[in-house]
C-alpha cells in the first residue's frame, strides 16, 4: 500500500556533506511523524533525527547540529541534510514515518536503507 525509497547515500570524505531523501508513494493521505535511523553491524539501531506534524525536531546529541530533517508536503518526501560529516556517522540510514492512509489509518512503515561511508 505504500512504499518508501531511501536515496542520496554514498562515500563521502570527513567534513563533507550528503543530502538523503526519503519518498513515499502509494495510497498516501499524508506524512505524519517522520524520523531516521542508522545501524552499524553489531550496535542497535539508534535514532538520528525525528519531526512531528506538528513541527517539533528532535536531534540525538551526538549530531552537534550538522544535520537538518525536513519534509516536503507536495512531494511526500523527507530529506536529512546532513553537513560535517565524520567517520563514525558511517552506518546504513532508515527513514521511517507515521503515514495517514487515504482510508484514515495511521499505519509506520520504514524504508530499506541507505550506505554512508564518511572515510578519506
Known amino acids: 500500500q505504500v512504499q518508501l525509497v531511501e536515496s542520496g547515500g554514498g562515500l563521502v570524505q570527513p567534513g563533507g556533506s550528503l543530502r538523503l531523501t526519503c519518498a513515499a508513494s502509494?495510497?498516501?493521505?499524508?506524512?505524519?511523524?517522520m524520523a531516521w535511523y542508522r545501524q552499524v553491524p553489531g550496535k542497535d539501531r539508534e535514532l538520528v533525527a525525528s519531526?512531528?506534524?506538528?513541527?517539533?525536531?528532535y536531534y540525538a546529541d551526538s549530531i552537534d547540529g550538522r544535520f537538518t530533517i525536513s519534509r516536503e508536503h507536495g512531494k511526500n518526501t523527507v530529506d536529512l541534510q546532513m553537513h560535517s560529516l565524520r567517520p563514525e556517522d558511517t552506518a546504513v540510514y532508515f527513514c521511517?514515518?507515521?503515514?495517514?492512509?487515504?482510508?484514515?489509518?495511521?499505519?509506520?512503515?520504514w524504508g530499506q536503507g541507505t550506505q554512508v561511508t564518511v572515510s578519506s
Open positions: 521511517n514515518l507515521d503515514i495517514r492512509t487515504v482510508w484514515n489509518r495511521v499505519e509506520n512503515y
Open positions: 502509494g495510497r498516501i493521505w499524508s506524512i505524519q511523524n
Open positions: 519531526g512531528t506534524s506538528g513541527g517539533t525536531t
